[in-house]
């Protein structure tokens, strides 16, 4: 055999020995790798937490684990998503929950959530919103930390009132009655009125009635009464002609007081303040109020007349003004039989002292 030839086949075999070991030996890398779980390799993973990222190296696959391995803590309603973008990098995000108060019915209730509504809290709060009630923020508001809902409770009620319409008094004057009788024509009936009220409820509280209308279902029938106007004869029955009366009452005259009226009586022949002879016609008064010499009328109000009388004498009752006039009486038990009445003074002129 030639030389060549001989070379040429042992470079062959030479050659796949070598190969041969190259496999071999590559067979037994990837079977060690294969065998330990890639015990050498990690990946890149992205926490964020509250908006802040960071970037860790692990070859561990449950997320969990590896939050746990960082040191992140979840609270029980905090959220955790996982993602992988377009290069195959994970990415975990941590939503961390927060508080929203609810003010309702006089509590406030404390409501933890990741993300929502005013709406959604409110419904894992439990609250069931009547139809007029009001919710501050509105209802699609995202809800922030710490946020306060307030809802305020409004309720509309209505309701009839039934009350009376008074009946009013009517006189009518009989000049042939004596004074102070009365003769009732027509009883009086209180008429009725209907209202329609709408009541405002804030937060359980009445806070405004509006009337939404008023109806009268009953008119009321008026009281007649006839009284008598005419009064009784004058004690002192000696009216100058220049008076003129009316119904028992002066025509003309320049005003009239009233007041509180006494009687007295006096001895033959006494005089007055004035220095006029005290007899009927003549009465005491306050000279301050009534001039003496002032030409009176009296009439009580109960129907008595006294009648003409002249401002002429005065007492310690009239100036302390206790008392408006006292009236001369012809005698004792004429003063008392008088006692005391409330008077019109109906002044015809004014006297000078």
């Not at 992205?46 to 040191?71: C, H, P, R, V």
């Not at 955790?80 to 927060?98: C, L, M, P, W």
């Not at 919103?129 to 409770?153: C, F, H, Q, S, W």
């Not at 000696?238 to 005259?253: A, F, H, I, Q, W």
Request: glycine share 8%.
């Amino acid at each position: 055999m030639k030389p060549q030839i001989v070379n040429a086949k042992m470079n062959r075999l030479l050659f796949r020995d070598k190969v041969i070991k190259v496999c071999i030996f590559a067979a037994i890398v990837f079977s060690v790798v294969m065998m330990t779980g890639y015990r050498g390799f990690k990946r890149s993973v992205f926490i964020t937490d509250n908006g802040i990222t960071k970037e860790i190296k692990t070859n561990e696959s449950d997320i969990y684990e590896i939050l746990a391995d960082e040191n992140y803590e979840l609270g029980e309603e905090d959220r955790v998503s996982y993602a992988k973008d377009e290069n195959n990098e994970g990415h975990i995000t941590i939503q961390r929950a927060f508080t929203v108060n609810v003010k309702v019915d006089g509590e406030t209730r404390r409501v933890t959530m990741v993300k929502g509504t005013v709406a959604d809290i409110l419904a894992k709060a439990e609250v069931t919103l009547g139809e007029y009630d009001e919710v501050k923020p509105a209802l699609d508001t995202e809800t922030t930390e710490d946020m306060i809902i307030n809802i305020t409770r409004v309720r509309y009620s209505q309701r009839t009132v039934v009350q009376d319409i008074p009946f009013e008094t009517e006189f009518v004057d009989d000049p042939d009655l004596a004074y102070g009788n009365e003769t009732v024509l027509t009883e009086g009936e209180n008429g009725m009125l209907v209202s329609k009220i709408k009541d405002t409820y804030i937060n359980g509280k009445l806070v405004r009635s509006e009337t939404l209308s008023e109806t009268v279902e009953k008119q009321p029938v008026n009281e007649v009464i006839e009284r008598g106007v005419a009064l009784a004869t004058p004690y002192n029955n000696n009216t100058p002609d220049t008076v003129k009366l009316v119904n028992g009452l002066p025509e003309s005259y320049t005003r009239i007081i009233t007041g509180k009226s006494t009687a007295y009586s006096a001895r033959a022949g006494a005089r007055t303040a004035s220095g006029r002879y005290a007899v009927v016609g003549t009465v005491a008064v306050n000279p301050n109020v009534i001039p003496y010499g002032s030409e009176l009328y009296i009439v009580s109000h109960d129907g008595l007349v006294y009648g003409y009388a002249i401002a002429a004498d005065t007492g310690l009752g009239m100036m302390e003004g206790t008392v408006l006039v006292d009236l001369f009486m012809a005698s004792y038990q004429d003063s008392c039989r008088w006692g005391a009445h409330t008077v019109d003074i109906y002044v015809l002129s004014e006297g000078h002292g």
